[in-house]
Nanobody
Framework: QVQLKESGGGEVQAGGSLRLSCLVT???????????MAWFRQAPGKARQFVGD????????DYADSVKGRFTVSRDIAKNTVYLQMDSLKPEDTAGYYC??????????????WGQGTQVTVSS
C-alpha cells in the first residue's frame, strides 16, 4: 500500500506562485520503485483534469497544455516527495489539487492511489 499526503495549498493573487508537496509513504515504496506520480486538479462543477506527471524512477515529466511553461513537477527521492511548482498563477487555476500514484503497468488511464487534496485559490 502507498499513502499520499498533499500540502502547500492556499490563496494567492494572480501572477503569484505556490509550491505543493506530496509526501509518499508505504512499505512497498522506495527509491527504486517504478511508479508514475501525477498531479490532478478539480474545480467545482468541473471534471477532474490532468496537470502533470513525473516518472519516479527517471524523472521524465509531462504536462497538460494549459500549464506548460508555468508549472513544474519534480521529485526528491531522499524525501519521498513530489512537488508541483506553480508560477504565473491565473484565476482559472483555482481548484482542489490532488496527488496520485500509478504502479506498473504504467500508462493506464487510471491511478491506483490518491491523496486527500489541497485547495488552491487564485484571486484576480
Amino acid at each position: 500500500q502507498v499513502q499520499l499526503k498533499e500540502s502547500g495549498g492556499g490563496e494567492v493573487q494572480a501572477g503569484g506562485s505556490l509550491r505543493l508537496s506530496c509526501l509518499v509513504t508505504g512499505r512497498t515504496f522506495n527509491r527504486f520503485s517504478v511508479y508514475s506520480m501525477a498531479w490532478f486538479r478539480q474545480a467545482p462543477g468541473k471534471a477532474r483534469q490532468f496537470v502533470g506527471d513525473i516518472s519516479w524512477r527517471d524523472g521524465r515529466t509531462d504536462y497538460a497544455d494549459s500549464v506548460k511553461g508555468r508549472f513544474t513537477v519534480s521529485r526528491d527521492i531522499a524525501k519521498n516527495t513530489v512537488y508541483l511548482q506553480m508560477d504565473s498563477l491565473k484565476p482559472e487555476d483555482t481548484a482542489g489539487y490532488y496527488c496520485a500514484a500509478q504502479r506498473p503497468p504504467l500508462g493506464r488511464p487510471d491511478y491506483d492511489y490518491w491523496g486527500q487534496g489541497t485547495q488552491v485559490t487564485v484571486s484576480s
